[in-house]
């Protein structure tokens, strides 16, 4: 992202906000007041003992004496939102003599959690020498550490913090992303410009839960036809048995294509897969991105340019097998051209989320908005396209994770219209858990079910129908009529639903929920016991 604002928008109630359960609202992550610069790409990831960290580029100074800008700020949370340790700020080759006269982390940190709740943060270093008219660099992909205390530890053996990635068939490499095992093993992979031929490669490397480094490099992409192709913008997702590499592939149409290879710990799962299908020889393909939840259930999506030159957003769902479920299907509906890779992460239901940045060409970043869209467990939609922040702002550059039940994101926007964007992090639960029963049944009548369990700890179903498409709203709120909640608001089909509902940061007590649906209104109460 270039270093400039993003302009807050006027409201605009015609655009579809997310409706539906809300864990954490909206919250600024970043301190505004120390934000004079400006930040930039975010990243978000869940642990399994329910902290939460969120990174971003940064271009502030925060009174550290050395020149290397922007750099890579990370904070820990615990799941209410309590600082876990100081706001880490991860520097350029983290070293105390440099040789460059420009050295900075690039806009695209990655994270994850180890399972022991150690946080590993990828970034992406680029340093360059002036001299007079000359002007040479290079860059490198590397890993930093958290503790599960929130404090930097040295991973790269006395070499400053950061362990830097660097295949010797490479001579520039960008683009890292990384993906932890339950095992605790973890996998890397990076692009950059090879050697041998002097187009861009993909690398993947595996590493042990105490960071050593398994076996050596190796490329996911092994039958290339000729030098000429290029391979960019990788991906990674794991489980407990599968890895799932995804990446840009230039070398099947003389166009950019979505290539994937599976594999196993014991080694590669077939040959590479294309990912997208169904459109013609030629069109754009880019900037793909996987999620695997613990059943080896993955989904890919990427922007893809059939439907025309601004881009949508396609997915592509594969079994625990590595098969194919069915085709690509269209996420995005025109909402403006595509700006920024998306995000996607999945459920342990097989549930998914898609999120991602578009533009409707505004004059400068004010048309940015940060989009998602969430799927059932079926691969069916349960919302349109909708904003992620809570109101109708100037936003994007939006990550997201799971923690297998519930959805973390993290973007920018500026509301505060401080001239500045500023870090924003929400939770959310699925909009519908799951949509019409088996025997896919109209009902006759509109009906607001007892929820189950009740009384609950913390998590709870509400079942409701719908004979008719109509404009429904389902609310909680507390004994003395104070809203605590709105899970549904928009227009639904017909059809018989469920929501889950958390209670898990209210106290314990009586509670009551309303469904609201065309002239049809009912209200049932539920208890939650902590």
Known sequence: MKNTALVVLCLLLSHP?????????????????????????TAVAVAANGNIAVAWQDFNDYNIPVAEQPRVAVQMFTSSLA??????????????????TSDFLEPNPDIAFTPDGTLLVAVEHEGRLSIGSDDVGSSEAGIGVVSSEGQVIDFSNSNGVIRWLIPLALDWEENPRIAVAPTGDFFAVLNGRSFDSGKQAVYIQQFAPNGDFVGDFFLPHTTDPSPQDYH????????????????QDSRLDNNWDISAQFYSFNGPMGGNLKVNQGDAVGVLNIWSAVAMNANGVSVVVWADTRDGQAGEIYGQLYNASGNPTGGNFKISSGQGEIWDRPGVAIRDDNGFMVVWTDSSGSAGLDGLRARGRQYNSQGNPTSTPFIVPNQDVASGLINIACDGRNYYLSWLDDRIGDGNANVYFKA???????????????PAEFSLEQNYPNPFNPQTSIPFSLPKQVHAKLTVFNLLGKEQGVLVNQQMQAGNYKIDFNGKNLPSGVYFYSLKAGEFKQTRQFTLLK
Do not use: C, H, Y
């Open 428 to 442: 959310v639960g699925g909009l519908f858990t799951s949509v019409e029963e088996a025997n896919n049944l109209v």
């Open 232 to 247: 960019k913008f990788p991906d990674v997702a794991t489980n407990s048995s599968l890895i799932m590499v995804v990446w």
């Open 83 to 100: 600082a876990v340790g100081p706001l880490n700020v991860f520097k350029g080759e983290s070293r105390s003599l440099s040789i460059w």
């Open 17 to 41: 906000f997310l409706q539906g359960q809300i864990i954490i609202d909206d919250v600024m992550i970043n301190n505004s007041n120390q934000n004079t610069k400006g930040v930039g790409r």
